[in-house]
């Protein structure tokens, strides 16, 4: 996988560069020597050599079935990126709750205020269209029609100290650029995203959100982040009131108030921080009128969570050395991704040279320097 694209751009490189331009020097001399015929010829071999060189480009590209954009037009490299992506798009989360799927479960509509009459519906995952099942979570986000997967309600159990996860697996490493909900019930009084940056590593907090920071998380209200310490998890209370009971909106910027965003080519720790493999939401409260502490059924029903969408805006982290991320078969049989490597590199993040291309010590690509693996060959 990783090999296909790199001996095919090895061709025109700057040897035949040079020799190109020694030709067209020797042409002109050669024109200014012996005259217009001569000097067509020249001509005409120059431009038929560089056509050939755009040509076998060209061509090397049309084999790979795509255009590279890690190699520029004259065949040198360059950091190239996979397309910005919804990485949560139809990817199916592991949620540790979910309504109606031991039996049907009434839920009230949250109407607002003490006393006020409740509608009441049923939730039912054997029935297609009472169903609030999790793939509902990352489906195609259609404004006119809306799907949401939806928690058992307060009156199951699901409030404080107990909690609701949803986890995503990506399939490989993401630079993530945002992490977003769309909410169909309240906004949780508190919840956090975290994220992990391989399968078998520790849950990382990115970001709490709460109206009782200290108390829920133990940590102050802040939003601010210092240069020495920025890959802490902030907890903020701003996205965390009842209102609006529907339709509320959560989205989380990666790089945003972290001082070195503006140099995060050079930033190995937020190039670690944007980095991820599987994203949790960890739903540890529910907001409520604080009508729930009389015991009322039809009040406890009508407190759960439900969400619209959940997005992971970001890239397949190939490290600069990869413009694709392809679907692969892993050992087990399980699908994932992995960059279609270019650079002489190879592995699922193009995080290591090719055998025998080791000349120059593996690097990550950025804008000055693509940091090619160098080999015998190349
Ligand atoms: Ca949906």
């Not at 071999?45 to 060189?53: L, P, S, T």
């Not at 907090?205 to 802040?222: K, L, V």
């Amino acid at each position: 996988m990783a090999r296909r694209g790199s001996g095919a751009q090895t061709g025109p490189r700057a040897g035949s560069w040079t020799s190109a331009v020694n030709m067209w020097v020797f042409g002109l001399l050669g024109m200014w020597c012996l005259g217009v015929g001569v000097r067509g010829q020249y001509q005409y071999g120059y431009v038929a050599r560089q056509q050939q060189q755009r040509l076998d480009a060209s061509q090397d590209q049309v084999d790979l079935g795509r255009t590279s954009r890690c190699y520029d037009d004259q065949a040198r490299p360059q950091k190239c990126v996979p397309e910005f992506v919804n990485a949560a798009f139809n990817l199916r989360a592991d949620v540790t709750n979910t309504c109606g799927e031991s039996r049907p479960q009434k839920y009230c509509l949250q109407t607002g205020g003490y006393g006020s009459r409740k509608s009441c519906e049923v939730c039912n995952a054997a029935i297609p269209d009472l169903a609030h099942p999790p793939e509902f979570l990352t489906d195609f986000n259609n404004n006119d029609n809306q799907t949401w997967w939806q928690s058992e309600t307060m009156f199951e159990g699901i409030q404080y100290p107990n909690q609701v996860n949803i986890t995503l697996n990506l399939m490989k490493a993401f630079d993530i650029t945002y992490v977003r909900l769309f909410f169909r019930s309240p906004r949780p009084e508190s919840f956090a995203i975290l994220k992990r940056t391989s399968e078998d590593s520790e849950w990382v907090p990115y970001q709490y959100y709460s109206g009782s920071c200290r108390d829920t998380y133990g940590f102050p209200d802040s939003t601010y982040v210092r240069r020495e310490d920025e890959t802490r998890a902030l907890c903020t209370s701003e996205f965390s009131d009842i209102s609006p009971l529907t339709g509320g909106n959560v989205a989380f910027s990666t790089l945003e108030g972290r001082p070195s965003a503006f140099n995060f080519e050079n930033s190995t720790e937020l190039q670690e921080w944007v980095t991820a493999t599987d994203i949790r939401i960890m739903l540890d409260r529910l907001n409520t009128f604080r009508d729930e502490v009389f015991g009322d059924p039809e009040v406890l029903k009508s407190y759960f969570y439900a969400i619209t969408d959940f997005a992971v805006g970001g890239r397949c982290k190939c490290n600069g050395h990869a413009s694709e991320c392809v679907e692969s078969t892993g050992l087990y049989g399980d699908r994932r991704l992995v960059c279609r490597c270019e650079h002489n590199t190879m592995g699922p993040d193009c995080g290591q040279c090719l055998p025998f291309y080791n000349d120059a010590p593996w690097g990550r690509a950025t804008s000055s320097n693509a940091h090619e693996c160098l080999g015998r060959w190349s």
